[in-house]
């Protein structure tokens, strides 16, 4: 804690049993010592001309966010913090999930970073581990299994929300909407020059003979519902999966038997179409009319709906309507039909998407100011949700995934910006100058942050 100025701290020590002493000067030449070593890190990161501090703070707090032990990604290093203060949404995000991971390796690449996305994608593939394809969505960040969840009994959190809880229950769950993050991370850090090796390529076929299978299945999907259905979202990440790895196959591994993936990527694609409804809304779930989800704004952020194509517009706008909360965005409307008790805040990641989603089909203007209106209200530390209201934060924090969302939503604004400028053709020439450019620009792994000892 700062006191006066950048240059007197207070350190706070909490121990149990025996007194623990911290020199004070060792610990103010660690703190320094840490706050240089970020200062190295954001000067080889690659940062966007939008908002380039949110990105900053990004790779700022994925890196604290890290266990250096294995490279897990802490989804947040909190629990219980409250999503809505005297209800029951409460969860402890202590571990790894797969989404995280696999953000982490996108976000690392696009920033520039490709040390750090092959870091990241090493422990994905610690999360496959013999099963190629991971099983689960989330592990312990030593990769093992994830506590069963429960209540601690007595204890009252911030606002005196209950419960609190230890453990996740989703470990548990089916999240087919990850598998299309793990394989579109691996295309993007390709495409910025990092290196496709066998076991990765392995990985993405394994994902693609897995999404290719022709069912419609149940599952949780990206928002963990407690009640397994049949999602949209799902079929959105299994879509995802075949089409960046259809991708990677054409310029990596040209010789691959690609019509089965080619023909359910296909399949895939007109089955989500076939959900739009009359308004353009694109339903949470097959055979529930009339439930908006944002998640089906990926349809447009990754393109399975071209930007030329008019239904993309209608989708966006149909999403943004019913979940606004301007600038802000609902997950999904809060009424409590989830089945928790309390009205839920605006959701961050899917904020950043709508942001995304309105560049996507052309709407720079539109994307930039709600960009630049997010940024003037959060802190720089982004939490899970926000109150649209009081404008309070809530859920824990910080939140990986709201901070990787919020890089990724730059460099795609940048990306618009620049098509706006220089046309279709220039924005493909400066992404290929720019794989060329991080291909032969490797930067150096970090320098371990410096530890603090005990006096």
Not at 7 to 33: I, M, N, P, Q
Not at 152 to 178: I, K
Not at 311 to 334: G, H, N, S, T
Not at 365 to 393: F, K, T, V, W, Y
Request: aromatic share 6%; hydrophobic share 45%; proline share 5%.
């Amino acid at each position: 804690v700062s006191l006066a100025g950048e240059d007197r701290w207070c350190g706070l020590v909490v121990a149990a049993g025996a007194a623990v002493a911290f020199d004070a000067g060792a610990l103010s030449a660690a703190l320094e010592g840490a706050g240089e070593v970020e200062r190295r890190r954001a000067a080889t990161a690659r940062l966007p001309r939008h908002h380039p501090e949110r990105a900053s703070d990004a790779l700022a707090v994925l890196a604290g966010c890290t266990f250096a032990e294995t490279g897990a990604v802490v989804a947040a290093p909190t629990t219980s913090l409250p999503e809505a203060p005297g209800g029951d949404r409460q969860w402890d995000y202590r571990f790894t999930w797969l989404r995280d991971a696999s953000l982490a390796v996108s976000v690392a690449a696009l920033l520039g970073r490709g040390d750090l996305a092959a870091g990241y994608l090493d422990f994905v593939h610690a999360m496959a581990g013999s099963a190629t394809v991971p099983t689960g969505p989330m592990t312990g960040v030593r990769g093992g299994e994830v506590p069963a969840e429960r209540l601690v009994e007595g204890v009252a959190g911030w606002a005196g929300s209950r419960p609190v809880r230890t453990g996740n229950a989703a470990a548990d769950q089916v999240q087919l909407d990850a598998l299309g993050f793990v394989v579109e991370a691996v295309s993007v850090h390709v495409q910025t020059g990092g290196s496709l090796d066998r076991a990765t390529w392995e990985l993405v076929g394994a994902i693609a003979d897995r999404a290719a299978g022709d069912d419609t299945e149940v599952s949780n999907g990206i928002w963990e519902l407690r009640e397994p259905k049949a999602l949209v979202d799902a079929d959105l990440g299994k879509w995802l999966a075949l089409d960046r790895a259809l991708w990677i196959a054409r310029g990596w591994r040209p010789l691959t038997r690609r019509r089965r993936w080619r023909r359910a990527r296909d399949r895939l694609r007109e089955r989500i179409l076939g959900a739009i409804e009359d308004d353009g809304l694109l339903p949470q779930a097959y055979g529930e009319p009339g439930v908006a989800d944002a998640a089906a704004l990926l349809a447009v952020v990754f393109g399975l709906l071209d930007r030329h194509d008019p239904r993309a517009a209608r989708l966006v706008d149909a999403v943004i309507a019913r979940l606004d909360a301007a600038p802000f965005l609902y997950r999904y409307e809060p009424d409590g039909s989830d089945g928790l008790a309390g009205r839920e805040g605006a959701f961050l990641p899917a904020s950043w998407w709508a942001v995304a989603a309105l560049a996507a089909v052309g709407r720079y203007d539109d994307a930039r100011r709600r960009a630049g209106d997010m940024c003037r209200i959060l802190p720089r530390l982004l939490s899970e949700e926000i109150d649209p209201e009081e404008l309070h934060c809530l859920g824990n924090v910080p939140l990986v995934w709201s901070h990787m969302e919020a890089a990724r939503t730059m460099y795609l604004l940048d990306a618009e910006e620049r098509r706006r400028r220089t046309g279709a053709a220039g924005l493909w020439l400066w992404r290929v100058a720019t794989f060329l450019r991080m291909r032969l620009r490797r930067p150096p792994a970090a320098d371990p942050l410096p530890t603090i000892t005990p006096g």
